[in-house]
Structure formats: C-alpha cells, structure tokens
C-alpha cells in the first residue's frame, strides 16, 4: 500500500467513525471487575461459569436470526437494537445482589452481543467496496480493532479511578452507560446506503435458502468458522479468569503496590493496570497485523498462531503461581488474538457471499458462544474441584483435539480424492 493511499484511508471521515464506535462500544468500565462483582456477591465460579453459558445460549439463539435482520431490514437499526440491550443489561449488573438479577443482566447482555457482531464488520466491507478499497481490509479492519482496544485500554483505567471512586462497585454499571448512549448516537450518524441489506433476494424464506446452501457446500468457510470459533472461545474463557487469578495470587502474597491502599484497593488497582497494558500492546498488533500478510499467506499465519496459543497455555498452566509471568503470557495470549482476528476476517470474506456476510460473520459469533456454552461451566467447575492450573491444561488438550480432529478429516478427503 503506498503512503498517498494509507494516508487518505486514515482521514477519511467514515472510517474515523468506524474506529470511534469501536472505542465507545470497549468503554466497559466494569470489566476488569465484573467476576470480582459478581464473586463479592457470593456467587461460585461454578454459578459464574453458568452465567456466562446462559449469556452464551442468547447469543447461539438471536445470532443467525439477528444477521438476518441485519441483512434483510437494515444494519443501523440493528445496531441501534443492541445498544438499548446493553444498556438495560448494564442497569441490572447495577441492582443485582445475587444469582437471579445477575442471570437477567446476562440474558440482555447477550441479546446486546447477538445483535451486534458481524454486523459492524459486514458495513466495514459495504463501504470499502464503495470506496474501492477491499484489497486493505486487513489494513482497516486492523486499524479499527485496534481503535477498539484503545477504548479497552482508556476504559480499564477510568475504571480504576471509577472503582475507587464510587459508593459502591455497582455504580461502574450505572456510568458504563454513557458511552453506549453515545454509541448509540454515532450509529444514527452512519449515511443511510450503509443500512440497507445487501440482498437481492425477493423474501426472506428464500434469503434463509441461500445462506443454508452456501454454508453447505463451502467446505473451507466451514473449517474456517470452527477453527476460529476454538481457537476465540479458548482465549474468551481465559480471560473470564484473569481477576480470579489475579485475586488468589496477589491476595495469597500481600502483594502492594501503594502502601495506603488496603488490599481490596490494590488488587483493583492492580487489575486494571494489567487489563489497561493487555490492551494497549493489543492495540499495536491488531494496527500492524497486516504486516504479517507480507510475509506468510493467511492460511499459515493462522495455523502458526493457533499452535503458539497451546503453547502459550501450557506455559500459563506451569507458572500459574508467578505473578509477573502471569501477566506477560496474558499479554502474549492477547496479542495471538489480535494478530489473528484480522487475518481471519480478510481470509473468511474471500470465501463468502457479499449478500450474506452480516449473516455468515453472525455464524462465526455463534459457533465461538457455542463452544462457550459447554466450556464455561466445565472449566469454572475445573477451577473450583482442581484449580485454575488444570483450566489451562483442559484449554491447550482441547486445542490439540479439535486441530488433531481437522488433520484427521483433511487426509482422510486427500485419500478419498486420490482414489
């Protein structure tokens, strides 16, 4: 890409607005703190792990349907949609005290995360094929994720400053509004050839048809889609146990950073300080991943990094007990993702139907909440009965298995096509 070109991408007002909806939409301030929240209130991290699966079991019900509405009735006020759940979602994390009121903040947070993914990346495309930019796709969507990451980083340390701040914890909630009103006005923002459907089908019935017969014969857009969705869900769940790890070793060694803190001070300090440099050197790879495109095709890329998150959890698994190794694996975890998210996005659009991509990148949500469902309560159960070391052993051995599992059904293919 030569400089003239980067340079006009870069100033060009829409895709400002893309990357400041990214920010907005990661100014969770209650995130480096919502299993503590939720552990203060005297839940298990078995009960926890059955509230992410009941958020997840939302999502895998509204996902598909929700690309559909996103590309049959229009993008924006699909958006639109999920930020009135997350806020209304945000509002019972506020009142909640216990298991119930938490399982209602979750049912809606879920319905928040159904109506949004794949439907932003897919107005992305729209408008890079307008500008006829969809050779850099790489290039923008890792420049908007890394926005995303900003707002991520921005948002762990206004969270420090909220949770210290605030009457209570679940006043972080309540504050974690306000972007997403903001958001929600940004996205009324977005030119209107940018909300309607890309169909060009006359019904829905026969919309549903068509996504069904292309997911069925694309043999690579198959494999693609539960490759990530292993590879996603395995880091989703890691990171639901940064703050219980953070909590059993930091607490376990009196570990201060500011001697007129107390111990509860110090480990959200600590926490959100952690969450806020993940984030940031998260940020950087997402920005340059597309650098990597120059040296390895996707497909290798990929591989290459699902093999180093197996790694990177065994590592985690041995020296779970080491604060600062700890913390640089969490970065390291990370930064896989980030690498790997825009090489995925580049590569599964070369394989889809533009007509269908809300609905296929919500297929690709799905499948990741799908995995979710099972994982999350087995490994909160794990993590309960042997420890948080054995979450990441569990973690690296299903990795193994399911790309064993691809190996196994690519050579057997091989085989049958030689005969």
Request: glycine content about 6%.
């Amino acid at each position: 890409m030569d400089k003239k070109l980067k340079k006009e991408i870069l100033s060009d007002k829409q895709i400002k607005k893309f990357t400041s909806y990214g920010f907005l939409k990661n100014l969770k301030f209650f995130e480096p703190y919502l299993i503590i929240y939720l552990l203060a209130n005297n839940l298990t991290l078995f009960q926890i792990g059955i509230l992410i699966s009941i958020k997840e079991i939302i999502v895998n019900v509204f996902e598909i349907p929700s690309g559909f509405v996103a590309d049959y009735f229009g993008k924006k006020k699909e958006l639109c949609t999920c930020f009135i759940f997350y806020i209304i979602s945000f509002m019972f994390f506020f009142f909640s005290r216990g298991f119930y009121l938490a399982m209602i903040a979750m049912i809606f947070f879920g319905l928040g995360e159904a109506f949004r993914s794949g439907t932003h990346k897919a107005m992305i495309y729209t408008y890079l094929e307008q500008k006829n930019w969809s050779n850099h796709k790489t290039f923008v969507y890792g420049k908007t994720r890394s926005g995303s990451l900003i707002g991520s980083a921005v948002s762990s340390i206004l969270g420090i400053i909220i949770i210290l701040n605030v009457p209570s914890s679940g006043y972080i909630f309540l504050l974690s509004t306000i972007p997403y009103i903001l958001d929600f006005l940004l996205i009324l923002s977005y030119p209107n050839d940018l909300d309607k459907g890309d169909v060009e089908v006359t019904s829905f019935t026969e919309m549903i048809i068509s996504f069904k017969n292309s997911l069925i014969k694309n043999k690579k857009l198959r494999v693609l889609i539960l490759n990530e969705s292993i590879f996603e869900a395995s880091i989703a769940s890691i990171k639901d146990f940064v703050q219980p790890i953070m909590k059993m070793i930091i607490i376990g060694s009196g570990f201060i950073i500011i001697q007129s803190m107390n111990a509860d001070q110090n480990l959200k300090l600590i926490i959100g300080l952690v969450y806020a440099v993940i984030n940031i050197f998260s940020a950087v790879a997402s920005k340059k991943a597309y650098l990597l495109k120059k040296q390895k095709t996707n497909m290798t890329v990929l591989n290459i990094l699902y093999v180093s998150l197996i790694v990177s959890l065994i590592f985690l698994g041995c020296f779970i007990d080491m604060p600062i190794v700890v913390i640089i694996i969490f970065i390291i975890i990370n930064l896989l993702l980030n690498l790997r998210k825009p090489i995925f996005v580049d590569e599964i659009d070369n394989h889809m139907a533009k007509k269908e991509r809300a609905t296929m990148l919500s297929v690709s949500s799905q499948m990741k909440s799908l995995m979710k469902v099972f994982i999350a309560p087995m490994i909160g159960f794990i993590a309960d009965k042997s420890g948080i070391h054995m979450v990441m052993y569990f973690l690296a051995g299903l990795l193994v298995f399911f790309m064993l599992l691809l190996v196994i059904k690519k050579n057997k293919e091989k085989s049958i096509n030689i005969y």
